[in-house]
């Protein structure tokens, strides 16, 4: 298993439904690892939440065709965005538990000698009523190139 350090960053965006309000948009940059083993690409990082002493542990399973979001710290959830099914997601908070679920509408993967771009676009239900689309965008440029 080859590891590498990267520099990443980590971009969502989240339209609600009916609002005609600015998106929100939530930008992290940060340092991470990113390794390959067994056919799939791993990325770690930690997140920094406000008033919340310990990092969440972040970790992006992914190739080609789907990505798993695995969170673990003040925030635990497993995400995952693939075309082919939606999932259901159980995302545990400091304020209490959310249930919902993704539809993955669109995912892209580009790996090149500098980096990965990941582009996931997808819409979150929760009860079988539609909240808002989302977006997240990941760009790990490696170290060092």
Known sequence: MTTR??????TGVQSVAG???????LELETRGTYSEKNGNRYIKYDEFIEDVEEP???LLRFDE???QLTKRG?????????????SSVHY???VGPICMNIC????HMEQSEKGIRIDIRYCIDFNNDYITDCSLNVTADYEGV
């Not at 003040?74 to 939606?86: A, G, H, P, Q, W």
């Open 5 to 10: 350090d990267i520099k990443i960053k980590v």
């Open 19 to 25: 609002a005609d309000d600015e998106p929100e948009v």
């Open 56 to 58: 969440v542990k972040n």
């Open 65 to 67: 065709h789907a990505l």
């Open 74 to 86: 003040s925030v635990n959830t497993v995400m995952l965005f693939d075309c082919e099914k939606n």
């Open 92 to 94: 545990v908070t400091p």
């Open 104 to 107: 993955t509408e669109e995912y």
